[in-house]
């Protein structure tokens, strides 16, 4: 498992608990899907979760985090 992982879905057959390969296979689905992986969503301020996983997405939600008091 990753060290820094912060991806709370356990249950994703992705997510670095459930195999060896450290964040590579979430990274490259996420690639390939044009989204973002939700431990950039976590670092920049998680706790809910973003309307969309894009990159789109992750430009509203960081500015909105900006924004926020």
Do not use: W
């Not at 991806?7 to 979430?26: E, F, I, Q, S, Y």
Request: aromatic share 10%; with cysteine.
């Amino acid at each position: 498992m990753s060290g820094f992982c912060t991806c709370a879905d356990l249950a994703c057959p992705l997510n670095p608990a459930n195999h060896d390969r450290g964040c590579d296979l979430c990274v490259q689905k996420c690639l390939a899907k044009g989204e973002i992986p939700s431990c950039f969503f976590n670092a920049a301020g998680g706790g809910e979760k973003p309307e969309a996983y894009t990159y789109q997405g992750f430009a509203r939600f960081v500015l909105a985090k900006k924004e926020a008091p």
